[in-house]
């Protein structure tokens, strides 16, 4: 069956710093595969989208990487800000299925 | 626009009863999925649709209803409820594949 798994449940950091997120899958082969921040109590919201042909996408702060022979995506934040802490979520969807995946999600918080 | 509103944002119920969560939308997007959120965990897709009068079950469909009889409007109906549906649950739209889905801000819902 189709599995994702991000890399850990939280990851805190110092601000300033460059946060990586990780999100590997298994049995699946995505056309794409995007980011997204939910904050407590809130939905996600969409921050980056890269595609199967694409290596690399940024986006200010934020860069993420895209490898399908390793099955593995990693989310950059760049000079981390004690307001990137968030609960960070990677989703992969299929070429025509029009339905997603996520991952559980990643909580990162960056100390002052 | 107002993008993806949901009804209600917290609802109690007991054992058995039965209720519809509201979704609506005014971007005028062909996708719309339905997502419960389980306490440190992901968002795993009940049901989605693909346009008006199409519908297709997601990950995790039993104990849901929907249908999509406008563009608008996806409607998720609980047909007799349990405690293991206590959950959030959102709603999301998108034009159309690989595009950015935007989220609704969530229905909180207890079963006792």
């Known amino acids: 069956s189709q599995k994702i798994e991000q890399n850990s449940e939280a990851l805190n950091i110092q601000e300033g710093k460059t946060a990586t997120l990780t999100c590997n899958y298994t049995?699946?082969?995505?056309?794409?595969l995007q980011w997204y921040r939910q904050d407590p109590g809130r939905g996600p919201v969409f921050l980056l989208l890269?595609?199967?042909?694409?290596k690399e996408k940024r986006k200010e702060r934020l860069k993420v990487t895209f490898d399908t022979t390793l099955k593995q995506s990693l989310f950059h934040i760049t000079a981390s800000q004690p307001a990137d802490s968030a609960t960070y979520l990677c989703?992969?969807?299929?070429?025509?299925?029009?339905?997603?995946?996520f991952g559980d999600g990643t909580t990162l918080t960056v100390k002052p | 626009n107002a993008g993806v509103t949901q009804t209600p944002k917290f609802q109690v119920l007991k054992t058995g009863q039965s209720m519809t969560l509201q979704c609506a939308q005014d971007?005028?997007?062909?996708?719309m999925s339905w997502y419960r959120q389980d306490p440190g965990m992901g968002l795993r897709l009940i049901h989605y649709?693909?346009?008006?009068?199409?519908?297709d079950q997601g990950e995790v469909p039993n104990g849901y209803n929907v249908s999509r009889s406008t563009t608008e409007d996806f409607p998720l109906r609980l047909l007799s409820a349990a405690p293991s549906q206590t959950s959030v649950y959102f709603c999301?739209?998108?034009?159309?594949?690989?595009?950015?889905?935007?989220f609704g801000p969530g229905t909180r819902l207890l079963v006792l």
């Open positions: 999301a739209s998108k034009r159309t594949v690989q595009e950015t889905q935007y």
């Open positions: 049995n699946y082969s995505p056309a794409y």
């Open positions: 890269i595609r199967e042909n694409e």
């Open positions: 989703a992969l969807e299929g070429t025509n299925a029009g339905k997603s995946t």
């Open positions: 971007m005028n997007h062909e996708y």
């Open positions: 649709s693909v346009g008006a009068g199409i519908t």
